[in-house]
């Protein structure tokens, strides 16, 4: 079954931190994306990525930055963290083309 | 529908009875539609996908209709079950020069009663 791998399932960081959200896909996947999920506003576009090293901002990409060194491997870093980016972050993956595959999410709470 | 403001709308179906959740997409090129659910505390996951030379396509108890003229996208599920509950996505894509990117719908919350 593929899989993409949200390595945190609930994260509480302190404002002001530098905060580090990894997604992992097994798929071979080409393109790999970052959303964030807020009640009422649905998902909206971080960051996505087309191949490795490559990086598009999206709809939302202030105070975020994305790394992506491998092609499984897509990262999410909040370079120093905010009340207002508590939320569900949602990383997904997909082969041209084809819908996405969804990892479980990471709820992040900054305090 | 699609939601306005920050509540989710809501659709409340009796277990048994048949659902229809409805979508406004927004690009009159976009060519490419999924529907995802989402239940409480995971993430999406693929429910049926329609090209835009497809009017209509059937799944398992699901079945996607599509309206290019009015830009309209719906999905039923044939008797509904307590399983069904979850909220409901539309998601549209501009499949060329997008990098496959999509765009999403606010959502349908589905709650199903017994």
């Known amino acids: 079954d593929v899989k993409v791998t949200q390595s945190s399932r609930y994260l509480v960081k302190r404002t002001g931190e530098k905060v580090f959200l990894e997604c992992v896909q097994d798929?071979?996947?080409?393109?790999m994306f970052w959303y964030r999920q807020d009640p009422g506003l649905g998902l909206r576009l971080i960051y996505f990525s087309y191949d490795v090293k490559m990086k598009e901002k999206g709809d939302i990409p202030e105070g975020y930055s994305v790394s992506r060194e491998k092609k499984e491997r897509f990262s999410l870093i909040l370079e120093s963290a905010s009340t207002n980016q508590t939320s569900m972050y949602l990383c997904?993956?997909?082969?041209?083309?084809?819908?996405?595959?969804f990892g479980s999410g990471t709820r992040l709470t900054v305090v | 529908g699609e939601s306005v403001g920050l509540h989710l709308p809501t659709l409340s179906v009796q277990e048994g009875d048949n659902s229809i959740i409805n979508c406004a997409y927004s690009?009159?090129?976009?060519?490419?539609f999924i529907w995802y659910k989402q239940e409480s505390g995971k993430g999406p996951q693929f429910i049926i996908d329609i090209r835009s030379n497809m009017d209509k396509r059937q799944g398992q108890r699901v079945t996607v209709l599509l309206n290019k003229t009015v830009k309209h996208l719906s999905l039923q599920i044939a008797a509904t079950q307590p399983g069904d509950s979850a909220v409901y996505f539309c998601a549209e894509n501009l499949l060329t020069g997008s990098w496959g990117k999509f765009q999403f719908g606010a959502g349908t919350q589905v709650v199903v009663t017994p």
């Open positions: 997904a993956s997909s082969l041209a083309d084809y819908g996405y595959t």
């Open positions: 798929m071979d996947h080409e393109n």
């Open positions: 690009n009159s090129a976009s060519d490419y």
